[in-house]
């Protein structure tokens, strides 16, 4: 009997007490005799209601042995079955054992050969995962893979056919890297629209449709147009290959299966170059161009009065329309004067022309000389930009710092070529310049003579 079972005894008793107290109530007894008796059938009614829940506490007794003798049973039986199960466990241990033995005796030497084929296969599914070849024929590294993984973890054997399968393989990748074929697949444009194209397998080294360079995306499987094509002597070759018809052509062949491509293309043409110089770069550039056409303009002033000075030697007749012409008519105007009057006057003329011959040579002479600086202050200005991503993310990712550099790299280089070529304009107009003068001051001085000849 437990404690479930006490609880319900005193709760029955409580309910008997009070039906007793009820009844009592209900018939209040009006002598004494009358409460003898009601106390007498109070006490017979509890009587019978205490046997009545003794056997019902006897009957959930009988019950509760019989459970706890099924749970027995049921332990027992489970033990038992614990006990075989760990002795046939041990038993197949030894059998496992045995069986692992003799099946290594009996491959004797094929186990070896199927651990080189296992290392083959895993090979083979990396190289054909990324070749070029697999752009037509697809899925070849998956059925690689799964032979590896089979032979890998489950340790199972793999059959004759997938032997020759992976023989099969491996014989296609070494045949097809030899061969120029032509097949037709979905590429993805530049747009992001997918178009079936005709495609140029060369090996395992380029794919070119319509002319142009294409990449395998081996995560997806998928071949795309370059998102940047090479410079236009590599497209030449590609069209050429392409319209070929079997005859020889030039073509730019990538050994590394696009690796070496990917970089060409990743090499910043002449204007991403400019982009990098930044600002200074950029003055560098606007000031070289002004140069350039101040001298221009000079080359084309100049080259326009030297033919007329050289006509003007070829006639006695003062003209006006260039220098000499200019410095003649002074003797035309000054008949009667004497020499040192007239060297005076031939002089005054010729200052009054070399501004003219000289104009803005000491500009561009100016942005010769500047243009060298703006560059060292291009390079001064990446250089410190360099040392402050330095210090902000130190020197783990040379990228961070490339940018820099680039700039005050770039920027040199663009100081240098506008001062180079700078230099040489001035150098070339400034001696036309100073031969017209001495044009100038040798006729000068032959007609100061041919008067002094006349005075004498």
Do not use: C, H
């Not at 070759?237 to 062949?253: C, I, K, P, R």
């Amino acid at each position: 009997m437990n404690f479930l079972s006490f609880k319900n005894i005193a709760k029955s008793v409580v309910i008997a007490s009070s039906l007793m107290t009820a009844q009592m109530a209900s018939a209040e007894p009006v002598n004494l005799d009358e409460l003898l008796k009601t106390l007498e059938q109070g006490k017979l009614f509890q009587s019978e209601e205490n046997q009545r829940r003794e056997a019902e506490f006897k009957g959930q007794r009988d019950q509760q042995v019989r459970l706890l003798n099924e749970a027995r049973q049921e332990r027992d039986a489970s033990i038992k079955l614990s006990e075989k199960l760990e002795t046939q466990f041990e038993e197949n241990e030894f059998k496992l054992a045995d069986l692992s033995g003799a099946l290594t005796k009996r491959m004797g030497s094929l186990k070896e050969l199927f651990g080189v084929l296992q290392q083959v296969a895993g090979d083979a599914k990396n190289k054909f995962s990324t070749s070029l070849i697999s752009a037509q024929y697809p899925n070849r590294d998956v059925f690689m893979d799964e032979v590896a993984q089979k032979m890998g973890k489950s340790s199972k054997l793999a059959s004759i056919e997938e032997i020759e399968q992976v023989w099969f393989a491996l014989q296609r990748e070494m045949t097809e890297s030899g061969k120029i074929t032509t097949f037709k697949a979905p590429v993805v444009l530049q747009a992001g629209n997918k178009v079936e194209k005709e495609i140029i397998r060369v090996g395992s080294f380029n794919l070119v449709a319509d002319g142009m360079y294409l990449e395998f995306i081996s995560e997806t499987g998928s071949i795309a147009e370059l998102s940047r094509q090479p410079a236009s002597r590599y497209l030449e070759g590609a069209a050429a290959m392409q319209n070929g018809q079997g005859s020889l052509v030039d073509f730019a062949l990538d050994p590394t299966g696009g690796s070496i491509l990917g970089l060409l293309v990743q090499a910043p043409d002449t204007q991403e170059r400019v982009e990098q110089g930044g600002t200074v770069g950029y003055i560098i550039l606007g000031v070289g161009l002004v140069g350039l056409l101040i001298a221009l303009e000079r080359f084309i002033s100049l080259f326009l009065i030297g033919s007329k000075v050289s006509r003007q030697l070829k006639r006695p007749e003062a003209s006006s329309d260039n220098p000499l012409g200019r410095v003649m008519k002074v003797k035309d105007e000054n008949p009667t004067a004497d020499t040192e009057t007239l060297e005076l006057k031939l002089s005054e003329a010729i200052l009054r022309e070399v501004p003219k011959l000289t104009r803005n040579l000491t500009f561009i002479k100016i942005i010769s000389v500047v243009s060298p600086l703006l560059g060292l202050l291009g390079t001064v200005t990446g250089m410190i930009n360099t040392f402050q991503a330095i210090t902000l993310f130190g020197t783990g990712d040379p990228k961070l710092m490339a940018g820099g550099i680039s700039q005050a790299l770039v920027t040199t280089v663009l100081g240098l070529v506008v001062a180079i070529p700078t230099v040489l304009l001035y150098t070339m107009l400034n001696t036309r310049s100073k031969n017209l003068i001495y044009v100038l001051q040798e006729q000068s001085a032959g007609i100061i003579a041919e008067r002094s000849e006349k005075g004498a």
